[in-house]
């Protein structure tokens, strides 16, 4: 397991949870969450800036197991379409995530 900061190994501490894991050559990383800060607004360009946010945390997570995005073979992302934390379409949520990956 790799814990990359004290929020890491404290959610590791007190729960067990680690979202970075080794196994040979692998490196899994799980548990990234795009979500609201408490009041920020749903609309997109909050969106874009959630994206931006997870999307470096990511960063952080794979340079603290000393890879770069050029190394990622795979990623999930699961959404809520229709909810009260985003006001735009399914193409206004697909647009900075696509940006994001490339961007990165």
Request: positive net charge.
């Amino acid at each position: 397991m790799i814990l990359p900061g004290p929020r890491e190994k404290a959610a590791y501490d007190e729960h067990g949870y680690t979202a970075i894991r080794r196994a040979g050559d692998l490196v899994f990383i799980s548990g990234v969450v795009i979500g609201r800060r408490p009041g920020e607004s749903a609309d997109v360009a909050a969106f874009k800036d959630q994206v931006r946010r997870g999307f470096g945390h990511l960063e952080n997570c794979l340079r603290a197991a000393g890879l770069r995005f050029d190394h990622v073979i795979m990623i999930n992302s699961f959404h809520v379409w229709q909810g009260p934390n985003f006001s735009g379409s399914r193409a206004d949520q697909f647009k900075p995530l696509k940006k994001s990956r490339r961007n990165s």
